[in-house]
């Protein structure tokens, strides 16, 4: 696969971005929602902000307070027993696989551009927290344009679990806010850009926890606000690249083979690529053809090192012509941007047997 | 609380019921959801039956196979390192806290009385595994009359999820197939009898996994077959019976003073009790009052011992003025019923300090 990345990668570092909350420090600008609004590209960043800290022997977290609309700061010895501090993202549970808290707090900021590679990051959050189900945060949007209505939706975060919130604007100024559409445990909703014989679909990805694995299901919809035919679509490769997790990337784009999603896929050891997923034009539900190997991977510097390395992450393509413009998260930390051939990638897929055959 | 429990509990026990399938034994006849047609209590079983197995060393697992329409046995050595077979319940994969297969599959069978104590079994079942996310079984209906049709709903397990499906009937004959309405891991749904303010809700019981608890959301819809604005409704309550995990039980109850919901409460050692909470006519998003006590709780021999002890778990009830017969589920094995005052539920239950001061 050819991909040419940008030579002004990373686009946008936590760096280039000047914290919202005084006392705090950005440590990610990444996994950003991608759309075209008044000739400008759009980058809708998730940017982590966490309070700074001298103290070596504590733990910050930052908790946002729906009550009061504020943010409050917890803080944690590290040597309280309760916990588990391994993983700088999160505070565990000691003992068990859940978390209890973050170390930072993640809201939605804009980043605009003329050229699609030099950004301005707007002065402040466009979507911050603001209901109890997102107290932990929000995380990794997508955007879907139908018709003049840009609509956005996001992981949001709190102590009664992940699910998948939608909100809605016409102008990057204001927005509407239209409730959690999918329940905890689900992250990584992509919404179809157009209904297809009459039915809006998504891409979804939960996590169930008695049995089954982190794979990605579609759901359909008359309204884009209530979602249900919840079915399996694509899951796990034992002995690939993506036997970790998977997950919806990119707003699936109409091409004449059909709808081509661009889907992340982690292994067991949390590296991160993008691949792709060809579905029915007619009936999303149907599988036609999938990426053997990775489309692309943490290669480069800004993608292998970072806060959580060796992850690339897309949240957000724009497609001109051939060429599809791939904005993506690197290392859980800056984003990035690299283009490939449309053509290319539909050509490099494995169809399935039962497709072949008809 | 005043329990009355029928002199002929348990009403349905597996040694009642004829297997389906030839070379099977029925364990469980339970939790099964209740409603009246033709002038008949309707108890839809759920039957767990598992292939009998005279050899000690092996462990089977009956597997639908919707391609061939067929039950498959799978075997397992007792001995095999990838597996955990300490919980008789199901097979565990080795050092995980997933299951990967059951060791007996449920499906739904239709018990009918005209005095609500003495059931005839249907010959066949009503309802059978007949999908890919019903491969391991399907379990714990609950019925919901709206209008002239019956919604059925319940568990359908997998190997990609737990999830919950819904059907339609009108004559208990013949049904219509809808599809999951919730997507993994989720159960214990409950779809309130009529629309409030122009929207049907249902609870649900969505089960995460990185953060948060088995706990009780609430959802709404226009249609019955598309679901959003999910929000969290109840949670556990530390040092309580309901300590471990909870979910909806009946079908909720109109009084005067809210929509009365039966809800399981589980400990963290697993015993099961009835409780109720109490939520707004007008807004069923908003709770008023919850149980301190169980309303309900396994005392009598049959609720104590049985497959899975300790455990009583109801799917439905009949009103009839303040009689609320209680069906439930006992020890995962069998059936019985009990009658409750409804004025004595509402009287016990504790207001919210925010309730008690509008």
Redesign the interface.
């Known amino acids: 696969m050819n991909v040419y990345r940008y030579e002004e990668n990373p686009l946008v570092t936590p760096a280039s971005i000047k914290p919202h909350k005084e006392g705090f420090e950005v440590i990610g600008a990444f996994n950003a929602g991608i759309t075209t609004f008044n000739g400008e590209v759009i980058m809708l960043l998730r940017v982590a902000e966490r309070p700074v800290s001298e103290d070596h022997h504590t733990v910050k977290s930052p908790v946002f307070n729906p009550e009061t609309n504020k943010l409050e700061i917890l803080s944690f010895s590290l040597n309280d027993p309760r916990y588990d501090f391994s993983d700088p993202r999160v505070i565990n549970q000691q003992g068990s ?4 808290y973050l170390t930072s707090l993640s809201y939605l900021r804009i980043a605009r551009s003329r050229d699609g590679r030099n950004f301005t990051i707007d002065e402040d959050p466009f979507i911050y927290p603001s209901t ?2 997102e107290t932990f945060g929000i995380e990794d949007p997508r955007i879907t344009k139908i018709g003049a209505v840009y609509y956005i939706y996001f992981s949001a ?7 998948e919130v939608l909100v809605s604007t016409e102008d990057f100024k204001t927005y509407e806010h239209l ?8 992250k990584d909703v992509l919404i179809f850009p157009e209904k297809i014989n009459g039915k809006y679909y998504a891409l ?1 990805r ?7 694995a982190p ?1 990605i ?1 579609i ?5 884009l ?8 679509l694509i ?1 796990l490769r034992e002995n690939k690249w993506d036997n970790g997790r998977i997950g919806g990337g990119a707003v699936p784009i109409k091409t004449e083979k059909g709808w081509l999603e661009l889907y992340h896929g982690a292994s067991k050891e949390s590296r991160y690529c993008m691949g792709a997923v060809l579905l029915d034009l007619e009936d999303p539900s149907k599988v036609l053809a999938r990426s053997d190997a990775p489309i692309l991977e943490p290669e480069a510097d800004y993608e292998v090192q970072g806060f959580f390395g060796n992850v690339v992450f897309s949240c957000g393509v724009l497609v001109e012509g051939d060429v599809v413009k791939m904005y993506y998260g690197v290392a859980d930390t800056s984003m990035a941007c690299a283009e490939l051939s449309l053509q290319e990638i539909l050509d490099s897929l494995v169809y399935e047997k039962s497709v072949i055959s008809r």
């Open positions: 696989d859940q978390f209890s109890n189900l975060i709190s102590k009664n679990g992940v699910g409730g959690m559409i999918f329940a905890p445990e689900n979804h939960p996590v169930p926890k008695s049995t089954g794979e299901w759901a359909e919809s008359d309204n606000l209530y979602w249900g035919n919840h079915r399996h899951g």
